[in-house]
């Protein structure tokens, strides 16, 4: 270890739900780190000696050594020997295109398009030159083998914009791309990850989570912009009619699904939709039950003051409203026929809990003590927890919501819940939204449905929907699509926030922008990935009540 280290002049930090990120502005790094380490590289400053440093930070960390943290930011370049030309550094280095760039070509000339985060959209103007060492950029060779080709102090500066955090294009690897295509899970993640926080300073406070209680009611003021850039739920990427449900929406799928299996009565039905978003699959699961000749009584229960608006500006009389909490709104029992909730159990309350708190061993073993369990929610009660992982999220407000549904059924009614989860994985914390998520356990579900003599299955919503999985979908992050809406609206297109297939952003910028000329447009199989949601991964309980 060099006897003194300072700190990189190249180094931008980002912030987000308690987390602290550091990206290398030379090099494209991306680390996690906790606010402590942050406090510890500021430390190094313009140059210190490193044991003295090390030596400070001893039992800082916990029983984490400080050598190791600094032995991993010295090689990585975060600390640096204080005399180090930084960017003399770089030419060793292969220039790898970042995964998500959106850009369009004129002639001979490229513009870059970046929206990270809520960072104003930016446009980045290569010039031919520029444009050229661009399109040289293959992933295969290092910086000192293009030396000869380009003039230097061009090609040197076009590298640091484009690496650097307000750009991320580009990324410098040890090594050159195909040793990685050969065996994806070698490369560094940093290669394919992009950095969409807001920025932040050590030793200032971290921004906290938001609390997962108070979030419906205060934090959503946009509505449209909460699922056109926030969170987009698979609903509202099929409520346009869509080649891969032969034409149909979302709601309208849903329908024809459901009364495949027998559970819409004829007549009148009697529907309630627990938070329903914009309102787009009450439109369509309305228009839908009409068109077979049914009438509807809609309900909707709502938390989000700013989305029952929305949901009123879209529906008018076609629907009531019950405004609140469905875990405590007054509802009337036995009442409804067909109960929808379309990804929104993942957003109630769940406990987070140790293994010990419910009498099981943290090595792995034991059995779930029942009065325990009972203590935290009677409705566990019901769920096989002997498998938790340490530590755990109990959905103790989906299970709730679960019961209630089940109060609310009228004799021989069906509800579906939805939402992103599996069968028997425990619910895993997302943090990229602007609140905490959970994904749902969709066996405790089912388990709790049934201790509520309701007889529940589960299934994946891609096969309830019938969606042709044999389609393919554009794969985008939120800030990628917020680029590439942007690049559209310079040529006056909108593009509003659909499940694009190619077709469907063919038709929607046809004459407008030859998508010969834009990118990066990547097309996956629909079923894993459609604009930032993977559909595989949704499921749904279908639960019906005895008559
Ligand atoms: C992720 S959105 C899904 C919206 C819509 N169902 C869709 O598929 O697009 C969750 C919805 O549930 C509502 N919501 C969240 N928690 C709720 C609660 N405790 N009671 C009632 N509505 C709630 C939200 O305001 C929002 O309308």
């Known amino acids: 270890m060099p006897a003194r280290l300072r700190r990189s002049r190249h180094l931008s930090w980002f912030a987000h739900m308690g987390a602290v990120y550091l990206f290398h502005d030379l090099y494209g790094y991306l680390m996690e780190m906790s606010p402590d380490i942050a406090s510890m590289i500021e430390a190094f400053d313009d140059g210190v000696d490193t044991e003295e440093t090390i030596k400070y930070y001893d039992g800082k960390f916990g029983d984490a050594d400080p050598r190791r943290f600094v032995d991993v930011l010295s090689s990585h370049a975060v600390l640096v020997e204080p005399n180090e030309d930084e960017i003399e550094a770089l030419w060793a280095f292969v220039p790898i295109?970042?995964?998500?760039?959106?850009?369009?070509?004129?002639?001979?000339?490229?513009?870059?398009?970046?929206?990270?985060?809520?960072?104003?959209?930016?446009?980045?103007?290569l010039d031919p030159e520029e444009t050229a060492i661009w399109d040289a950029f293959t992933g295969?060779?290092?910086?000192?083998?293009?030396?000869?080709?380009?003039?230097?102090?061009?090609?040197i500066g076009l590298v640091r914009k484009l690496v650097h955090s307000d750009v991320q294009a580009l990324k410098l690897s040890m090594m050159p791309w195909s040793m990685y295509a050969k065996r994806p899970s070698l490369a560094p993640a940093y290669l394919s990850s992009t950095m969409p926080y807001p920025r932040w300073q050590p030793n200032t406070p971290v921004p906290p989570a938001v609390a997962l209680d108070t979030y419906h009611t205060q934090t959503i003021?946009?509505?449209?912009?909460?699922?056109?850039?926030?969170?987009?739920?698979?609903?509202?990427?099929?409520?346009v009619p869509h080649p891969a449900l032969a034409n149909r929406t979302y709601g309208h799928a849903l329908v024809d699904a459901l009364a495949a299996r027998g559970a819409i009565p004829e007549g009148n039905v009697r529907v309630l939709e627990i938070g329903a978003g914009l309102g787009y699959v009450a439109r369509d699961v309305i228009a839908r039950l009409r068109a077979t000749?049914?009438?509807?009584?809609?309900?909707?229960?709502?938390?989000?003051?700013a989305l029952a608006a929305a949901q009123k500006q879209r529906l008018g009389a076609d629907a009531k409203w019950i405004e609140g909490d469905a875990l405590t709104a007054a509802v009337p029992a036995g009442a409804f026929d067909l109960v929808i909730s379309n990804e929104m159990v993942g957003d109630l309350p769940a406990k987070q809990m140790s293994r010990v708190d419910i009498g099981l061993e943290l090595a792995g073993t034991g059995t779930a003590d029942p009065v325990k369990v009972r203590a935290v929610s009677p409705l566990a009660e019901a769920c096989n927890l002997d498998d938790a992982p340490e530590p755990f999220y109990l959905q103790t407000g989906a299970f709730e919501l679960v019961a209630r549904i089940g109060k609310w059924l009228a004799p021989g009614g069906t509800a579906v819940v939805?939402?992103?989860?599996?069968?028997?994985?425990?619910?895993?914390?997302?943090?990229?939204l602007d609140h905490p998520e959970l994904s749902t356990h969709f066996g405790h579900l089912q388990q709790v449905a049934r201790g509520e003599s309701l007889e529940a299955k589960i299934e994946f919503v891609i096969d309830l929907l019938d969606v042709d999985?044999?389609?393919q979908g554009l794969a985008t992050t939120r800030s990628h699509f917020r680029a590439l809406r942007a690049l559209a609206a310079h040529v006056d297109v909108d593009l509003p926030k659909i499940g694009y297939t190619r077709e469907l952003l063919e038709h929607t910028v046809a004459g407008k922008l030859d998508l010969n000329n834009v990118g990066d447009l990547r097309f996956d199989r629909i079923e894993d990935r459609l604009m930032g949601l993977v559909p595989h991964e949704f499921k749904a309980l279908v639960a019906k009540k005895p008559s």
């Open 469 to 471: 999985r044999t389609q």
């Open 140 to 155: 295969e060779k290092r910086l000192i083998e293009m030396r000869h080709h380009y003039d230097n102090d061009k090609l």
């Open 221 to 239: 003021s946009n509505a449209d912009d909460q699922f056109d850039h926030t969170e987009t739920t698979l609903s509202h990427l099929l409520r």
């Open 97 to 125: 295109k970042a995964k998500w760039n959106v850009w369009q070509r004129r002639e001979d000339r490229l513009t870059l398009w970046t929206a990270w985060g809520e960072n104003p959209v930016q446009q980045l103007f």
């Open 293 to 305: 000749g049914r009438t509807v009584d809609y309900t909707i229960v709502e938390l989000a003051p």
């Open 418 to 432: 939805t939402e992103f989860g599996d069968t028997s994985a425990w619910p895993k914390l997302s943090t990229h």
